[in-house]
């Protein structure tokens, strides 16, 4: 069974550029999840969804997007992009999100971003 | 904000010898769960040890949970060059919100 996919593997912007990264689940998962991971500030939650629909959202300002797909894939986008939006991203997915219970959650390997 | 602490940051030891890290956490949980990454990739779920569970073994790891110090721990038996890594615990909570909270990390050096 194929895991969680992220492409690209890493990404070179400039500062003030936008940043698509996608992320395509596991096979019948239909949760996927963002986190950062910046040089000094561990992960971080950034966006969870769920059959299409954005379920929660980490502290991090609205220049940070994104969308699930019928398919459930996803794309995070990063716009006006800063220096310190340099990091490491990482998609997870997981089978239906549930209320006051959980379900393992599949990490890809990441998308190293690098805002020059 | 970050959910967990680890400790220690950075473990170095020789193969062989059991390695343990900790981990602490602020608030009521649900389940915490141990990850394992290499060299900045992606994560590896461990294991996964619920609220009203003490203890929890899988292969060469033993994992303990005490609620009451919101506090976990991770022993790693008999270790390997294969184990260096970084460790994470993460959380999650009972607010019907699925994302993780994750802690620093412990940096894990197993020397041949």
């Known amino acids: 069974e194929a895991g969680v996919t992220q492409s690209p593997t890493h990404l070179i912007k400039t500062r003030g550029q936008q940043a698509t990264l996608r992320c395509s689940p596991i096979?019948?998962?239909?949760?996927v999840y963002w986190y950062q991971q910046a040089l000094g500030l561990g992960l971080q939650f950034l966006l969870w969804?769920?059959?299409?629909?954005?379920?929660n959202r980490g502290n991090f300002p609205p220049r940070f997007s994104g969308r699930q797909f019928p398919n459930y894939s996803s794309e995070l986008n990063v716009n006006a992009l800063e220096l310190e939006d340099s990091a490491l991203y990482l998609c997870a997915s997981s089978l239906e999100g549930l209320v006051f219970s959980y379900n393992e959650q599949f990490f890809g390997p990441g998308t190293r971003l690098t805002v020059l | 904000s970050q959910q967990g602490e680890e400790d220690p940051q950075a473990l170095s030891i020789q193969e062989g010898e059991n390695a343990t890290m900790n981990c602490s956490y602020k608030t009521s949980i649900n389940n915490l769960q141990w990850y394992r990454q290499n060299s900045g990739r992606g994560l590896v779920h461990l294991i996964l040890?619920?609220?009203?569970?003490r203890e929890k073994h899988s292969g060469r790891l033993r994992v303990t949970l005490d609620t009451s110090k919101k506090s976990s721990s991770l022993l790693i038996t008999a270790s390997r060059a294969a184990d260096t890594a970084s460790y994470f615990c993460?959380?999650?909570?009972?607010?019907?919100?699925?994302?993780?909270?994750f802690g620093t990390g412990t940096r894990l050096t197993v020397i041949p």
């Open positions: 096979s019948g998962h239909t949760s």
């Open positions: 993460a959380t999650d909570k009972f607010s019907g919100a699925n994302n993780l909270f």
């Open positions: 040890i619920r609220s009203n569970e």
């Open positions: 969804y769920d059959e299409g629909e954005e379920r």
